[in-house]
């Protein structure tokens, strides 16, 4: 019999201070509904102990792991104690110091442009005061540890770069833990993500380390196998937060034994012990007769622990206060870490490096193009002029600050909050890093290219005091910017709130600034603004600078044009070192106020998914929503209703699916940063290599593999999911074959519904009920409704989903059902299609083993009783499946084939090569271990290439023939011969008008339970024009008003981004949601289109009407109905327009926060060219302006604001030489300005740009899907 042998290494780590845990009583309630979460929880672990804690989905194991590590959230409250405790040798405060804790999230936060080395040696710098040859001996053995040396120099990577496997990932934050040589290390879930070999290997390591090093370390685990337990030194099994078992693993069989559960032979007892304490809530009488037991096993327990258990007791003087036992280093060292990883991260990112440095270029030389030498001499001249100066000081840092708190979002602030929770950093050191690196590249050099171009192409002085002077306030501006984006994040880790943040205090400083509202003419309640606005000291400063003692017509400099200017702007002639002195500490204090909220708000990505709350069960609470109940339907057919699931699917034609030398590639592009061998290299990697597989109708065929095998990458292959980018080029070879005859994919794609990897596309406002009947509507639409239902509630029954089902899908920030009920959905709502073959990739993953067993024991009914032909991949099957398994497809990690056949047939296959499974394992665990390359050291490695080698070859050599032979005499199948056998399978598109009417039903549902999309959508435009309001009403009939009707005409372009930031809020779920849709050919473009246009649109009107209530009869613009309608007219038109380019950037860009920065940066320059900023453009950029709705509604705004009966006053003011007003009426200012214009042919354009704006919407979506499909 060959065995698996492995050489151990050793970890250069100083033996740990040995830390014992001690738990009494410890029980945690939700503190605001006392729900008892877990409920008397006692241990003792002595150091140098592994402990599992084990259990069903929503069974307090991360909750309990998070209080025992003393990370206590705010939403629960702890009873009993908890003592750490030092074991050995003499207490002193040296010694508690010295033995560090550490903690493993679910979450992998890695910084993802660093190798796999480089994090881990930054990790070390962090938490090590050792030598550098010590620490980068503790890396190297890490790395060989665990597996990582083959991709020690591989960059971590992201959904944007390929870089290492989740599997890779994972045991890489384990090697960031362990780094540190804790004592006491608590681990969440450590081999999610995880093949069942790799997982083996880390938990085998963890108990090396626990046994030399005197380490303790807590796990939660969902699926252990069963060589894993027995590595084990003590287990906890918890259920519905009680505890079933706690104490050493040697115990447990027999204690299971004398109530009366032994474990039957070939069974994983992890399995069978969580299985045994689950709830069953597939059926009424199953959850009976479950919960029963469970209650019976719980009090068997209690029972045993107070007779038979007797608690150690322990030295309090000894004891340790987690708080002390944070690995760290001093706080420059921390600068000095920190500042050479964000030098790493920022230079080896290019793509945001070159965006860095042409951003300021571009924004500058289009803002001087728009604003190109103005002619000072004119009224025309002075406003561009005028404008100009607000515009460098607001434009350039408002896209700064948008920049920043997305860069912030995407990965600076994890990294710090993970840090911080760990102790290693703290926000001084953060801010100060951070700060030391970007003020060079961002805050210097992004402003003197910015002031450099536009400087000169406005035609300011060529002064180079002014120059530098100018300079200086925009610099200040843009820190201050800076320092307002990490105050924005530190109030909230979200994008969305943070930019809401950063928007809304910039809407102030734009308003209080002195540009669009005269400062002197504002309104007394909000003057006092002016005051705490940086802006305005910026563009009082500007002002100052450029038109102080300038366009002199006699000797008195009062009498100055420019002077007089400044003065009735508000402001005061050469006004400069208040302003800079001002700026200052305004960037200062924005800085300052991060630090203290970052301190006070102290975030920890371990508590981000933990329930804070528990509400009692209300299975009613939505009943009155049942309107929402899709009864829509286009057809009427009779069906027979049947009493279980499988008779309500009709019985599928037995397809067997073939593949024959299947060969898949992918062809990266990226930017190399170099022109030496081009800016732009290809890297080639194989994925699939000459796979041949047949897999069987009537029951279950698995795909299995190590992490990396490309099991997903062949079914995403077969069910026509690769689709190539701009960046990512697959290409594959091969045939595919269904009952033998050989057909094109999307034949396949037609006749098979795909469960993809997440359920991140549910929406989370639907309840689990509301998502099967939108699907069924849709799916199901030839059915009569209450079909449809009866259907439903079989699905429901048999997935065991009833107890949820009036239950909200939820998400990170709504509490809804749990993760292994949201995969369960995911799967019925494909099991509505009833197609003869059923995809799934990785179906089980991150589910406990109970729920696994009952998902796949639903899918082998299917396959027996129905005919289908079900394919899935999958990590670690539990050994009494494995046997029901049908048909195996083993595939090595190099995307080839070590075996295909029955799991029978596989036992014979390997036996005859001498590989025989030992009698108590797991079979799948077993070929598993065979078929994977072990790198935790040379000797391994070369065993186990060898092994895996000979496999293979064995495989190319007998077993393959297996599989050609039975491929060998195919047949090409045209498309009719393909729908007149297999068109009663294919799923066909529902009718476009019924799609239309179940996609407005869904939408509106989904619309009116978000409040945050509703608000959105109803509530930020009116409330837009209250603030305007505020600060322009009442406008006179004075000089003043002039600039100040431009100002708010001109504040009208802010509703731009407006309809950007509603579609931000409401449109991604709903795209997400159709895309999983539309891959399934449920329906089209169109109807999903029009459905979500039909919801927009009046609530845009609605809120439009609103907003010119405040603007026009509030503010005191002309009080007529032409002025308000065309308000409200223009209104809905700009902020349609803003939805509809987020729609197109939405389809561009999958992540929000790149898309607000795109679109940004594309409204602000056409904010700038609405005619009212600069009054003479070019030719060019006035051909570019007939597409901006911008330039037509300000005009139309515009001359309904100054009509012609309008008398002006000019006692503050705007008098002639002769003492005449310059301007006397309305027709005066339009004429002086240039502004005159043909609103009713305007009037009829702007429908036309809004019409143009939403067909290239749909086309660019139809483009993405249908054409060019990226």
Request: aromatic share 14%; proline share 4%; charged share 20%.
């Given at each position: 019999m060959a065995s698996i042998e492995l050489l151990e290494n050793d970890i250069a780590f100083e033996r740990a201070p040995p830390v014992g845990l001690h738990a009494r009583g410890v029980t945690i309630l939700a503190s605001k509904t006392s729900k008892i979460l877990v409920n008397s929880f006692s241990v003792d672990l002595p150091s140098g102990s592994v402990m599992a804690v084990m259990g069903g989905s929503g069974s307090g194991k991360t909750t309990l792991l998070n209080v025992l590590a003393s990370k206590l959230s705010k939403g629960l409250c702890c009873d009993g104690e908890i003592r750490y405790v030092l074991e050995s040798g003499d207490y002193n405060s040296d010694v508690a110091t010295e033995a560090f804790m550490a903690y493993l999230p679910q979450q992998d936060i890695l910084p993802s442009r660093l190798t796999c080395r480089e994090v881990l040696m930054i990790a070390a710098d962090l938490k090590l005061k050792s030598s550098l040859k010590k620490k980068n001996q503790i890396v190297d053995q890490l790395l060989l540890e665990l597996g990582l040396r083959d991709c020690a120099e591989t960059l971590v990577g992201d959904a944007k770069s390929r870089g290492l496997s989740g599997g890779e990932k994972r045991r890489l934050s384990v090697a960031t833990q362990l780094v540190s040589n804790p004592s006491f290390m608590f681990l969440d879930e450590p081999t999610t993500g995880l093949d069942a070999y790799s997982a083996f290997l880390l938990v085998k390591s963890l108990k090396k380390l626990a046994s030399t090093s005197q380490k303790s370390f807590i796990m939660s685990i969902h699926q252990p196998r069963s060589d894993i337990i027995f590595l084990l030194d003590f287990v906890s099994i918890l259920s519905q937060g009680n505890v079933v078992y706690c104490g050493r693993t040697s115990e447990m069989i027999p204690y299971f034994d004398s109530l009366g559960y032994p474990v039957p032979p070939l069974v994983n007892p992890a399995d069978f012990f969580v299985d045994l304490s689950s709830v069953d809530a597939r059926t009424e009488h199953s959850k009976k007769d479950s919960q029963r037991r469970l209650d019976k096993l719980v009090q068997q327990w209690e029972d045993h622990q107070s007779q038979m258990m007797r608690l150690i007791t322990f030295d309090a003087s000894k004891e340790v206060h987690p708080k002390n036992m944070a690995a760290k280093v001093s706080f420059w060292k921390q600068i000095e870490v920190l500042t050479k990883r964000n030098i790493r991260l920022n230079f080896s990112d290019h793509f945001t490096m070159m965006a860095t440095f042409t951003e300021p270029a571009l924004v500058g030389a289009v803002m001087g193009w728009i604003f190109y030498k103005p002619d000072p001499n004119t009224q025309e001249g002075i406003r561009t002029l005028t404008s100009s100066l607000y515009?460098?000081?607001?434009?350039?840092?408002?896209?700064?600050?948008?920049?920043?708190?997305?860069?912030?979002?995407?990965?600076?602030?994890?990294?710090?909050?993970?840090?911080?929770?760990?102790?290693?950093?703290?926000?001084?050191?953060?801010?100060?890093?951070?700060?030391?690196?970007?003020?060079?590249?961002d805050d210097f050099m992004m402003i003197i290219i910015f002031v450099t171009i536009s400087y000169f192409m406005i035609g300011l002085e060529a002064n180079a005091g002014k120059f530098f002077l100018h300079f200086a306030i925009v610099f200040l501006a843009q820190l201050?910017?800076?320092?307002?984006?990490?105050?924005?994040?530190?109030?909230?880790?979200?994008?969305?709130?943070?930019?809401?943040?950063?928007?809304m205090s910039f809407t102030l400083l734009s308003l209080a600034c002195g540009f669009f509202v005269n400062s002197k003419s504002m309104p007394v309640y909000v003057r006092w603004t002016k005051y705490i606005a940086f802006t305005w000291y910026g563009f009082g400063a500007l002002l100052s600078n450029t038109y102080t003692d300038r366009l002199c017509h006699s000797s008195n400099k009062d009498e100055c044009e420019g002077n007089e200017l400044i003065r009735s702007l508000g402001?005061?002639?050469?006004?400069?070192?208040?302003?800079?002195?001002?700026?200052?500490?305004?960037?200062?204090?924005?800085?300052?106020?991060?630090?203290?909220?970052?301190?006070?708000?102290?975030?920890?990505?371990?508590l981000q998914n933990?329930?804070?709350?528990?509400?009692?069960?209300?299975?009613?609470?939505?009943?009155?929503?049942?309107?929402?109940?899709?009864?829509?339907?286009?057809?009427?057919?009779?069906?027979?209703k049947g009493g279980d699931l499988e008779s309500n699917f009709s019985e599928s034609v037995p397809i067997t699916v073939t593949l024959k030398n299947i060969n898949l590639e992918v062809i990266v592009l990226h930017f190399s940063g170099t022109f030496k061998h081009g800016l732009f290299q290809k890297n080639t990697k194989k994925i699939l290599q000459e796979v041949n597989a047949v897999f069987k109708p009537g029951m279950i065929n698995a795909i299995m593999g190590p992490s990396g095998?490309?099991?997903?990458?062949?079914?995403?292959?077969?069910?026509?999911?690769?689709?190539?980018?701009?960046?990512?080029?697959?290409?594959?070879?091969?045939?595919?074959f269904l009952n033998f005859n050989s057909i094109f994919e999307e034949m396949f794609k037609n006749v098979c519904s795909y469960v993809s990897q997440d359920d991140d596309h549910l929406l989370a406002s639907l309840t689990v009920r509301e998502t099967f009947e939108f699907a069924a509507a849709l799916r199901l639409h030839s059915m009569k409704p209450q079909q449809r239902r009866n259907k439903i509630d079989e699905i429901l029954l048999a997935l065991g989903l009833t107890h949820c089902e009036n239950t909200l899908i939820g998400n990170e920030f709504v509490k809804g059902i749990s993760g292994g009920e949201k995969r369960r959905v995911t799967i019925g709502v494909q099991l509505l299609n009833n197609s003869p073959i059923l995809l799934l990739d990785e179906p089980t993953s991150g589910l406990d083993s109970f729920t696994s067993a009952a998902i796949l024991e639903i899918l082998e009914s299917l396959c027996t009783k129905c005919g289908k032909t079900i394919i899935l991949t999958i990590h670690q099957p539990r050994s009494e499946l494995f046997q029901k398994f049908g048909h195996v497809l083993l595939l090595s990690r190099s995307g080839k084939v070590v075996f295909n056949g029955s799991p029978r047939e596989m036992l014979d296959y390997f036996s005859g090569m001498g590989y025989v499974c030992p009698e108590y394992t797991n079979v799948a665990d077993y070929f598993l271990d065979l078929i994977s390359v072990n790198t935790q050291n040379e000797g391994n490695e070369m065993v186990s290439k060898h092994r895996v080698e000979r496999l293979l070859v064995n495989w190319k050599l007998n077993g393959n023939c297996l599989v050609k032979d039975s491929i060998l005499d195919m047949n090409e199948i045209s498309k009719e011969q393909f729908l007149a056998e297999y068109g009663l399978f294919m799923k066909k598109p529902c009718n476009p008008l019924l799609s239309y009417f179940v996609n407005l039903q869904r939408q509106y549902t989904t619309t009116r339970?978000?409040?945050?999309?509703?608000?959105?959508?109803?509530?930020?435009?009116?409330?837009?024009?209250?603030?305007?309001?505020?600060?322009?009403?009442?406008?006179?009939?004075?000089?003043?008003?002039?600039?100040?009707?431009?100002?708010?005409?001109?504040?009208?372009?802010?509703?731009?981004?407006?309809?950007?930031?509603?579609?931000?809020?409401?449109?991604?779920?709903?795209?997400?949601?159709?895309?999983?849709?539309?891959?399934?050919?449920?329906?089209?473009?169109?109807?999903?289109?029009?459905?979500?246009?039909?919801?927009?649109?009046?609530?845009?009107?609605?809120?439009?009407?609103?907003?010119?209530?405040?603007?026009?009869?509030?503010?005191?613009?002309?009080?007529?109905?032409?002025?308000?309608?065309?308000?409200?007219y223009c209104a809905f038109v700009i902020i349609a327009c803003g939805e509809a380019l987020g729609i197109m950037t939405n389809t561009f860009f999958h992540r929000p926060g790149f898309v607000v920065n795109c679109i940004s940066l594309i409204l602000s320059i056409g904010t700038q060219l609405s005619g009212l900023m600069s009054l003479r453009m070019s030719r060019v950029l006035k051909g570019i302006n007939y597409l901006n709705p911008l330039n037509y509604t300000s005009m139309i705004l515009i001359n309904y604001s100054f009509p012609s009966d309008m008398q002006l006053t000019c006692q503050d003011g705007g008098r002639k030489p002769d003492g005449s007003c310059q301007f006397s009426n309305g027709h005066d200012v339009l004429l002086q300005y240039g502004l005159i214009k043909n609103t009713k042919k305007y009037l009829g354009i702007i429908i036309c740009v809004m019409i143009i704006y939403r067909i290239l919407a749909y086309f660019l979506l139809k483009a993405k899907l249908e054409w060019i499909r990226w």
């Open positions: 515009a460098s000081v607001v434009l350039q840092g408002y896209l700064y600050l948008l920049f920043d708190t997305y860069r912030l979002t995407e990965q600076d602030i994890i990294l710090y909050d993970r840090e911080r929770a760990e102790g290693t950093v703290s926000p001084a050191s953060f801010m100060l890093a951070r700060k030391l690196l970007l003020f060079f590249t201050s910017c800076s320092g307002l984006a990490l105050f924005s994040v530190a109030i909230s880790r979200d994008f969305a709130k943070a930019s809401l943040v950063g928007n402001f005061w002639s050469d006004w400069k070192n208040l302003p800079l002195s001002v700026l200052f500490c305004f960037a200062l204090g924005f800085f300052c106020a991060a630090l203290i909220v970052f301190y006070i708000k102290k975030v920890d990505i371990a933990e329930v804070k709350s528990s509400k009692p069960e209300e299975p009613n609470v939505l009943e009155k929503d049942r309107e929402s109940s899709v009864d829509v339907t286009s057809e009427e057919v009779e069906i027979d095998s490309g099991k997903s990458s062949l079914l995403n292959l077969i069910s026509g999911r690769l689709n190539s980018s701009f960046v990512l080029k697959f290409h594959s070879t091969g045939s595919l339970r978000n409040v945050d999309s509703l608000m959105a959508r109803v509530a930020q435009v009116p409330g837009s024009g209250i603030i305007f309001a505020l600060y322009w009403a009442p406008i006179k009939h004075n000089f003043k008003s002039i600039g100040n009707r431009l100002g708010l005409a001109q504040q009208s372009t802010a509703l731009y981004f407006i309809g950007m930031l509603a579609n931000l809020a409401c449109y991604p779920p709903e795209r997400d949601y159709f895309y999983e849709e539309y891959n399934d050919n449920v329906h089209g473009i169109a109807p999903f289109f029009l459905a979500y246009m039909t919801l927009e649109l009046p609530l845009t009107a609605f809120s439009s009407s609103i907003y010119a209530v405040f603007t026009v009869l509030v503010c005191g613009l002309p009080r007529t109905a032409g002025n308000f309608f065309a308000t409200m």
